[in-house]
């Protein structure tokens, strides 16, 4: 995840072309707009929330990495389906399980270590996944695309502060 923090007041948080894997998904583009949503969401729907945790470079870089492994090797794995009749449904799926890790990665890490966002995506895998792929199908929609990181950041926030939110 890039290292931007809530009030982006530090100028390496303004690099998203630190954020490789981000880059590589568009995200890295929408990242400090992403941020600034989920802060806009939970100043709204959840007030009694604390500030967002300020995520520094060098563990949004590593995050980064990581992601970039992530969609590299599902890629590579997805191929071979992208020549056959399913390639509209291997899309949707490929990319719902992409967006939906890297968002709610990118709204958990704000409020969780690395390994609290992991244990977050790993013990809500389906939701998240259906929510990406909720995501995945408008991707295919030119202009309505243009709108989906402004839904997903929404919808990320809400996934998250609702599902944390009722296991306390």
Known sequence: MG???????KP?????FVDGADGACGLGLYRP????????VE?????SL???????????IWDSIRFLGVL??????????????????????LNGFLLGREY????????????GAARFRSENRMTIFVAGVLMAVPLT??????????????SFTHIYNRITRSRS
């Open 104 to 115: 709610s990665q990118m709204v958990a890490i704000r409020r969780e270590t690395p390994e």
């Open 3 to 9: 290292g931007y923090s809530a009030d982006m007041g």
């Open 12 to 16: 390496a948080d303004h690099a998203a």
């Open 43 to 47: 100043q709204r729907h959840y007030p």
């Open 50 to 60: 604390p500030p967002a945790r300020h995520i520094g470079l060098s563990e949004g």
């Open 72 to 93: 590299l090797a599902a890629n590579l794995v997805a191929l071979v389906l992208y020549i056959t009749p399913l390639a509209p449904f291997v899309f949707w799926g």
């Open 33 to 40: 707009v992403s941020d600034q949503i989920a802060d806009a």
């Open 141 to 154: 929609i030119p202009v309505v695309n243009l709108l989906v990181p402004i839904l997903g950041a929404a």
